[in-house]
Protein backbone atom coordinates (compact mmCIF):
# COMPACT_ATOMS: atom_id res chain seq x y z
CA UNK A 1 0.00 0.00 0.00
CA UNK A 2 1.27 3.44 -1.20
CA UNK A 3 1.21 5.26 0.23
CA UNK A 4 -21.22 30.12 -0.90
CA UNK A 5 -23.59 31.20 -3.73
CA UNK A 6 -26.90 32.54 -2.15
CA UNK A 7 -29.10 29.23 -2.69
CA UNK A 8 -32.79 28.99 -2.05
CA UNK A 9 -33.43 27.44 1.79
CA UNK A 10 -33.50 23.98 1.40
CA UNK A 11 -36.21 21.78 3.27
CA UNK A 12 -35.95 22.37 7.19
CA UNK A 13 -34.71 20.07 9.60
CA UNK A 14 -33.73 18.91 12.78
CA UNK A 15 -30.50 20.47 14.67
CA UNK A 16 -28.80 20.93 18.05
CA UNK A 17 -27.54 24.40 17.43
CA UNK A 18 -26.85 25.02 20.76
CA UNK A 19 -25.36 21.92 21.35
CA UNK A 20 -21.84 22.38 23.05
CA UNK A 21 -19.30 20.39 21.34
CA UNK A 22 -17.58 17.59 22.38
CA UNK A 23 -14.07 18.64 24.13
CA UNK A 24 -10.84 17.05 22.40
CA UNK A 25 -7.29 16.50 23.33
CA UNK A 26 -6.17 19.30 21.72
CA UNK A 27 -9.50 21.47 21.06
CA UNK A 28 -9.06 21.63 17.25
CA UNK A 29 -12.07 22.10 15.56
CA UNK A 30 -14.04 19.91 13.17
CA UNK A 31 -12.16 18.61 10.16
CA UNK A 32 -14.34 17.93 7.26
CA UNK A 33 -12.91 15.53 4.37
CA UNK A 34 -14.47 14.72 1.45
CA UNK A 35 -13.58 11.16 0.12
CA UNK A 36 -14.51 12.14 -4.10
CA UNK A 37 -13.08 11.59 -7.62
CA UNK A 38 -13.66 12.14 -10.97
CA UNK A 39 -15.60 8.91 -12.16
CA UNK A 40 -17.59 5.89 -9.70
CA UNK A 41 -16.23 2.69 -8.97
CA UNK A 42 -12.88 3.24 -7.51
CA UNK A 43 -13.60 2.28 -4.25
CA UNK A 44 -14.55 5.68 -2.72
CA UNK A 45 -17.04 4.18 -0.73
CA UNK A 46 -14.89 1.81 1.01
CA UNK A 47 -12.49 4.32 1.54
CA UNK A 48 -15.14 6.69 3.08
CA UNK A 49 -15.57 3.70 5.70
CA UNK A 50 -12.17 2.82 6.54
CA UNK A 51 -11.16 5.62 7.33
CA UNK A 52 -14.57 6.28 9.45
CA UNK A 53 -14.03 3.10 11.43
CA UNK A 54 -10.35 3.30 12.25
CA UNK A 55 -10.52 7.63 13.25
CA UNK A 56 -13.71 6.54 15.39
CA UNK A 57 -11.04 3.57 16.95
CA UNK A 58 -8.60 6.64 18.09
CA UNK A 59 -11.25 7.91 20.31
CA UNK A 60 -12.65 10.83 17.68
CA UNK A 61 -16.23 11.43 17.46
CA UNK A 62 -16.32 11.43 13.60
CA UNK A 63 -19.41 11.75 10.83
CA UNK A 64 -19.59 9.83 8.12
CA UNK A 65 -22.29 11.42 5.47
CA UNK A 66 -23.24 9.13 2.09
CA UNK A 67 -24.03 11.59 -0.64
CA UNK A 68 -24.51 8.85 -3.38
CA UNK A 69 -28.34 9.25 -2.89
CA UNK A 70 -28.40 5.24 -2.43
CA UNK A 71 -26.79 4.71 1.17
CA UNK A 72 -27.67 0.73 1.04
CA UNK A 73 -24.25 -0.23 -0.14
CA UNK A 74 -22.99 1.37 2.73
CA UNK A 75 -25.49 0.79 5.39
CA UNK A 76 -24.56 -3.38 3.75
CA UNK A 77 -21.08 -2.86 4.62
CA UNK A 78 -21.82 -1.63 8.27
CA UNK A 79 -24.02 -5.00 8.86
CA UNK A 80 -26.99 -2.34 9.57
CA UNK A 81 -30.66 -1.93 7.60
CA UNK A 82 -31.39 1.07 5.42
CA UNK A 83 -33.53 3.65 6.55
CA UNK A 84 -35.79 5.34 4.59
CA UNK A 85 -36.72 8.13 6.51
CA UNK A 86 -34.32 11.20 4.87
CA UNK A 87 -37.50 12.86 3.98
CA UNK A 88 -38.42 12.65 7.49
CA UNK A 89 -35.61 14.43 8.68
CA UNK A 90 -35.81 16.83 5.97
CA UNK A 91 -39.14 17.60 7.32
CA UNK A 92 -38.04 18.00 11.24
CA UNK A 93 -40.31 14.66 11.81
CA UNK A 94 -37.39 12.79 12.86
CA UNK A 95 -34.52 14.44 14.77
CA UNK A 96 -31.12 14.53 13.50
CA UNK A 97 -29.80 12.76 16.23
CA UNK A 98 -32.40 9.97 16.35
CA UNK A 99 -32.19 9.39 13.08
CA UNK A 100 -28.34 8.96 12.20
CA UNK A 101 -26.36 4.91 13.28
CA UNK A 102 -24.13 5.11 15.98
CA UNK A 103 -21.63 2.92 16.81
CA UNK A 104 -19.58 4.44 19.74
CA UNK A 105 -17.85 7.35 18.10
CA UNK A 106 -19.01 6.03 14.62
CA UNK A 107 -21.78 8.42 13.68
CA UNK A 108 -23.80 7.49 10.39
CA UNK A 109 -25.99 9.94 7.83
CA UNK A 110 -26.90 7.44 4.91
CA UNK A 111 -29.34 9.18 2.33
CA UNK A 112 -31.79 7.76 -0.37
CA UNK A 113 -32.85 8.57 -3.90
CA UNK A 114 -36.79 8.66 -3.17
CA UNK A 115 -36.34 11.26 -0.42
CA UNK A 116 -38.59 14.18 -2.07
CA UNK A 117 -38.55 14.64 -5.97
CA UNK A 118 -38.77 18.31 -6.38
CA UNK A 119 -36.55 18.67 -3.76
CA UNK A 120 -33.44 16.26 -5.55
CA UNK A 121 -31.82 19.65 -7.41
CA UNK A 122 -31.25 21.39 -3.67
CA UNK A 123 -29.63 17.90 -2.70
CA UNK A 124 -26.03 19.34 -2.28
CA UNK A 125 -27.19 22.20 -0.32
CA UNK A 126 -29.45 20.35 2.09
CA UNK A 127 -25.90 18.36 3.10
CA UNK A 128 -24.25 21.57 3.39
CA UNK A 129 -26.99 23.10 6.01
CA UNK A 130 -26.71 19.49 7.57
CA UNK A 131 -23.27 19.83 8.09
CA UNK A 132 -22.71 23.42 8.98
CA UNK A 133 -25.69 22.61 11.95
CA UNK A 134 -23.84 19.96 13.70
CA UNK A 135 -19.71 20.63 12.89
CA UNK A 136 -19.21 21.39 16.57
CA UNK A 137 -20.78 18.43 17.85
CA UNK A 138 -17.64 16.25 16.18
CA UNK A 139 -14.04 15.79 15.77
CA UNK A 140 -14.29 14.72 11.71
CA UNK A 141 -17.04 14.63 9.12
CA UNK A 142 -16.25 12.54 6.45
CA UNK A 143 -18.40 12.87 3.35
CA UNK A 144 -18.89 9.94 0.70
CA UNK A 145 -19.47 12.31 -2.31
CA UNK A 146 -21.04 10.87 -5.44
CA UNK A 147 -18.61 11.53 -9.10
CA UNK A 148 -17.64 14.79 -10.60
CA UNK A 149 -20.30 15.64 -13.12
CA UNK A 150 -21.32 19.13 -14.76
CA UNK A 151 -20.23 21.01 -11.40
CA UNK A 152 -22.41 18.54 -9.26
CA UNK A 153 -21.36 18.94 -5.56
CA UNK A 154 -18.47 21.27 -6.20
CA UNK A 155 -19.92 23.93 -3.75
CA UNK A 156 -19.61 20.37 -1.26
CA UNK A 157 -16.06 19.46 -2.41
CA UNK A 158 -15.29 23.23 -1.93
CA UNK A 159 -16.99 23.60 1.51
CA UNK A 160 -14.73 21.10 3.12
CA UNK A 161 -11.39 21.43 4.54
CA UNK A 162 -9.60 18.42 2.54
CA UNK A 163 -10.39 16.68 -0.63
CA UNK A 164 -9.30 12.63 -1.18
CA UNK A 165 -9.34 12.70 -4.42
CA UNK A 166 -9.64 8.10 -5.02
CA UNK A 167 -8.50 7.05 -8.61
CA UNK A 168 -7.40 4.04 -10.32
CA UNK A 169 -5.12 3.76 -13.29
CA UNK A 170 -8.45 3.77 -15.72
CA UNK A 171 -7.69 6.43 -18.21
CA UNK A 172 -11.53 7.86 -17.88
CA UNK A 173 -10.67 8.14 -13.90
CA UNK A 174 -7.61 9.77 -14.60
CA UNK A 175 -8.73 12.55 -17.48
CA UNK A 176 -11.85 13.16 -14.93
CA UNK A 177 -10.07 13.21 -12.06
CA UNK A 178 -8.08 15.95 -14.16
CA UNK A 179 -11.55 18.03 -14.67
CA UNK A 180 -12.61 17.60 -11.43
CA UNK A 181 -9.39 20.00 -9.85
CA UNK A 182 -9.81 22.09 -13.07
CA UNK A 183 -12.98 22.81 -12.08
CA UNK A 184 -12.53 23.61 -8.28
CA UNK A 185 -9.23 25.26 -9.50
CA UNK A 186 -11.20 27.78 -11.66
CA UNK A 187 -14.64 28.04 -10.00
CA UNK A 188 -13.40 27.66 -6.49
CA UNK A 189 -9.94 29.12 -6.63
CA UNK A 190 -9.20 25.60 -4.57
CA UNK A 191 -5.37 24.82 -5.14
CA UNK A 192 -4.45 22.20 -2.39
CA UNK A 193 -6.16 18.23 -2.70
CA UNK A 194 -4.72 14.87 -1.68
CA UNK A 195 -4.59 11.55 -4.31
CA UNK A 196 -4.93 8.36 -3.32
CA UNK A 197 -4.37 5.58 -6.71
CA UNK A 198 -6.57 2.42 -5.69
CA UNK A 199 -6.80 -0.99 -7.64
CA UNK A 200 -3.09 -0.34 -9.41
CA UNK A 201 -1.38 -3.74 -10.84
CA UNK A 202 2.25 -2.58 -9.93
CA UNK A 203 4.83 -0.10 -8.70
CA UNK A 204 5.49 1.12 -11.62
CA UNK A 205 2.46 1.88 -12.88
CA UNK A 206 1.51 3.26 -9.53
CA UNK A 207 4.89 5.75 -9.83
CA UNK A 208 3.23 6.51 -13.54
CA UNK A 209 0.00 7.40 -12.91
CA UNK A 210 0.65 9.00 -9.86
CA UNK A 211 3.29 11.10 -11.66
CA UNK A 212 1.70 11.92 -14.71
CA UNK A 213 -1.71 13.35 -12.91
CA UNK A 214 0.28 15.41 -10.51
CA UNK A 215 2.73 17.23 -13.06
CA UNK A 216 -0.16 17.73 -15.71
CA UNK A 217 -2.17 19.43 -13.00
CA UNK A 218 0.66 21.80 -11.57
CA UNK A 219 1.94 22.69 -15.06
CA UNK A 220 -1.78 23.10 -16.73
CA UNK A 221 -3.64 24.20 -13.82
CA UNK A 222 -1.22 25.83 -11.41
CA UNK A 223 -2.66 23.59 -8.79
CA UNK A 224 -0.80 21.23 -6.09
CA UNK A 225 -2.18 17.58 -5.66
CA UNK A 226 -0.48 16.07 -2.46
CA UNK A 227 0.46 12.01 -3.17
CA UNK A 228 -0.98 10.65 -0.15
CA UNK A 229 -0.12 6.95 -1.48
CA UNK A 230 -1.99 4.05 -2.65
CA UNK A 231 -3.68 0.65 -2.74
CA UNK A 232 -3.12 -2.21 -5.32
CA UNK A 233 -5.92 -4.52 -6.25
CA UNK A 234 -6.08 -7.44 -4.61
CA UNK A 235 -7.20 -11.17 -5.40
CA UNK A 236 -10.72 -11.07 -4.11
CA UNK A 237 -14.05 -10.36 -5.68
CA UNK A 238 -15.67 -6.89 -4.38
CA UNK A 239 -17.53 -8.36 -1.12
CA UNK A 240 -14.41 -10.38 -0.32
CA UNK A 241 -11.99 -7.70 -0.31
CA UNK A 242 -14.27 -5.16 1.88
CA UNK A 243 -15.17 -8.33 3.99
CA UNK A 244 -11.15 -8.12 4.75
CA UNK A 245 -10.76 -4.36 4.47
CA UNK A 246 -13.33 -3.38 6.72
CA UNK A 247 -12.47 -5.98 9.36
CA UNK A 248 -11.23 -5.33 12.82
CA UNK A 249 -8.41 -8.03 12.27
CA UNK A 250 -4.55 -7.04 12.09
CA UNK A 251 -3.92 -7.54 8.86
CA UNK A 252 -1.29 -6.28 6.69
CA UNK A 253 -3.94 -4.26 4.37
CA UNK A 254 -5.17 -2.87 7.80
CA UNK A 255 -1.89 -1.92 9.04
CA UNK A 256 -0.89 -0.40 6.03
CA UNK A 257 -3.73 1.76 5.30
CA UNK A 258 -3.60 2.67 9.18
CA UNK A 259 -0.22 4.28 8.30
CA UNK A 260 -1.16 6.28 5.59
CA UNK A 261 -4.18 7.94 7.27
CA UNK A 262 -1.80 8.81 10.25
CA UNK A 263 0.29 10.14 7.54
CA UNK A 264 -2.61 12.20 6.27
CA UNK A 265 -4.36 13.42 9.32
CA UNK A 266 -0.24 14.40 10.49
CA UNK A 267 -0.27 16.35 7.29
CA UNK A 268 -3.89 17.58 7.26
CA UNK A 269 -4.36 18.56 11.35
CA UNK A 270 -1.68 17.53 13.44
CA UNK A 271 -0.60 14.54 15.29
CA UNK A 272 -3.52 12.20 16.62
CA UNK A 273 -4.04 11.74 20.35
CA UNK A 274 -1.20 9.39 20.82
CA UNK A 275 -2.93 8.04 24.17
CA UNK A 276 -6.30 7.06 21.89
CA UNK A 277 -3.93 4.65 18.89
CA UNK A 278 -2.51 1.36 19.59
CA UNK A 279 -0.03 2.60 17.06
CA UNK A 280 3.12 3.65 18.65
CA UNK A 281 5.05 4.89 15.87
CA UNK A 282 3.75 8.40 13.22
CA UNK A 283 4.48 8.55 9.80
CA UNK A 284 4.76 10.41 6.84
CA UNK A 285 3.17 10.32 3.06
CA UNK A 286 6.30 9.13 2.07
CA UNK A 287 6.64 6.18 4.01
CA UNK A 288 3.72 4.65 3.18
CA UNK A 289 4.27 1.67 0.56
Known amino acids: MHKTNNRQQSPKFSSDVNSKRRPT????????????????????TSIALKMTMELASMGHKTLLIDCN??????????????????????????????????????????????????????????????????????????????????????????????RLIVITPDRKSITDSYSFVKALFHKLGIKENHLFVNKYQTEKQFLKVATSLTETIENFIGANIHLLGGMPKYN??????????????????????????????????????????????QTNEQDVH
Open 236 to 281: FDDNGFDTFFLSESKNEINHNFVKLLLGFTEKAVGPLNAQNTSLSY
Open 25 to 44: FNEFLCKKISITGGTGNVGK
Open 69 to 162: LNSSHTCKKLGIEFNFEFHKLLTGEISFDDFIFKKGNLHFLGTETDFLDEQKNKFEQIIIDIINSHDKEYDYILVDCPSYEKDYFLDLNGLCDH
